[in-house]
């Protein structure tokens, strides 16, 4: 259920504009298999504003330690090799459009999401296997899991 404060008209304009920074994020990553740093800067940006208008400075502060703590998070990830650079800086910057308190639901909604992705991926590719040689060294190999990430930072920003 989306929580009753979010339909005020500047809560609805950020929710559509974190809406056209997922879609964006996802054209991307689905066909260049990036998301461009401006790009995560423009959320990060929307995020913290968002986090002012809903709960003032200590909201903002709060989505702040959020991002920070998600940048040092996915950033080893990224490090270990299990996640892309521009899926770090992305979950980061969807992170600022929460609370820290919130970020196990975040978490958990893209972890959610994740799995979808992979259920579609994997039959997509199954589908198109008999017509093409894999190629597991081609970046489109890998899951686009930045889909993942926008889709379930929206439905956790809703969430709220």
Request: proline share 5%.
């Amino acid at each position: 259920m989306i929580a009753p404060e979010l339909w005020t008209m500047p809560s609805v304009l950020f929710l559509v504009a974190l809406a056209g920074v997922v879609g964006m994020a996802a054209y991307t990553d689905v066909t260049q298999r990036r998301i461009p740093n401006w790009l995560c800067g423009v959320n990060l940006a929307l995020g913290l504003a968002f986090a002012w208008v809903q709960a003032g400075w200590p909201g903002m502060g709060w989505a702040a330690l959020h991002a920070v703590i998600a940048l040092l998070v996915t950033m080893g990830l990224f490090a270990a090799r299990v996640i892309g650079a521009g899926d770090a800086k992305f979950y980061a910057s969807m992170a600022a459009w929460l609370p820290v308190t919130a970020g196990l639901r975040l978490l958990v909604s893209v972890a959610l999401a994740g799995l979808l992705l992979l259920i579609v991926f994997f039959a997509v590719r199954l589908r198109g296997r008999a017509n093409r040689p894999a190629d597991r060294e081609s970046p489109f190999a890998k899951l686009p899991y930045g889909v993942a990430i926008g889709i379930g930072g929206l439905v956790a920003v809703l969430a709220q």
